[in-house]
C-alpha cells in the first residue's frame, strides 16, 4: 500500500490528458451539504433512478463518512469545447471523454497501490435503463461513478477556495471529478 502520492509521477501522468486543473485536497477540509440534494430531488428529473444518485447513494451520512474513510482526493476540471453552449446535447456529449479521463486518473491511483472511490459528473448512463428502476444491484459498480452532487459536495466552494476556474466563458465546458484515495 502506498501511504503519499508521488506528485511528479501522478504530473508525469496527467501530462498525457487535457486536465486544465487539479488540487490534492484533504477529506477532512470537505464539507458536504443537505442543501446540495435537495436540489438533486427538485430539480433533477434522474434523481431516484439510478444507483449513481440519491437516495440510492445512502444518507447524507453515509456519504460523508465514505468520503472521509479516504484521507485525500484529487479534484480536477478537464475543459471542452461545443460549437454552442446552449446545444445540451451536445454538451452532455462531452461528457463521455471526460468519465474516462477519470477512469484513467482512477486507475493511476490503483497502480499506485491505493485504494479509491470516485465521485464524477452528472448520474450513471453506462446502462440504457439503471438496475435500480429493477430493484436490481448495479451491473457495473466498477465503472460506475456517483456524481458529485450525490455525496452533498458543494463543487462551486471548492473551486472558489482553491481559486481554480469555474467557467472559462464562449463555448467551453469544465467537467469536474475528484478521486478519493488512501
Ligand atoms: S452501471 Fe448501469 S446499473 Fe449501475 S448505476 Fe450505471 S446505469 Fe445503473
Not at 50 to 64: H, R
Not at 144 to 158: A, D, K, Q, R, T
Request: some cysteine; hydrophobic content about 35%; charged content about 25%.
Amino acid at each position: 500500500m502506498a501511504d503519499k502520492l508521488n506528485i511528479e509521477r501522478f504530473e508525469d501522468f496527467i501530462a498525457q490528458y487535457p486536465i486544465f486543473e487539479y488540487r490534492i485536497l484533504n477529506t477532512s477540509d470537505l464539507t458536504v451539504e443537505d442543501r446540495v440534494r435537495i436540489v438533486c430531488q427538485q430539480e433533477c428529473e434522474r434523481y431516484g433512478s439510478t444507483w449513481a444518485c440519491p437516495p440510492a447513494v445512502g444518507t447524507l451520512k453515509e456519504c460523508e463518512d465514505r468520503i472521509r474513510k479516504y484521507g485525500q482526493a484529487v479534484f480536477f476540471s478537464s475543459v471542452a469545447e461545443v460549437s454552442d453552449i446552449m446545444n445540451m446535447q451536445e454538451m452532455l456529449e462531452t461528457r463521455d471523454a471526460h468519465e474516462e479521463l477519470t477512469t484513467a486518473v482512477a486507475a493511476f491511483l490503483k497502480e499506485q497501490g491505493f485504494e479509491t472511490f470516485t465521485l464524477s459528473t452528472e448520474s450513471c448512463d453506462i446502462c440504457e435503463e439503471c438496475a435500480y428502476l429493477h430493484g436490481q444491484p448495479c451491473r457495473h459498480p466498477d465503472r460506475m461513478h456517483p456524481c458529485l452532487e450525490s455525496h452533498g459536495v458543494v463543487v462551486s466552494e471548492i473551486v472558489e477556495k482553491e481559486q481554480m476556474e469555474y467557467n472559462l466563458g464562449g463555448n467551453t465546458i469544465l467537467w469536474f471529478s475528484m478521486v478519493l484515495f488512501q
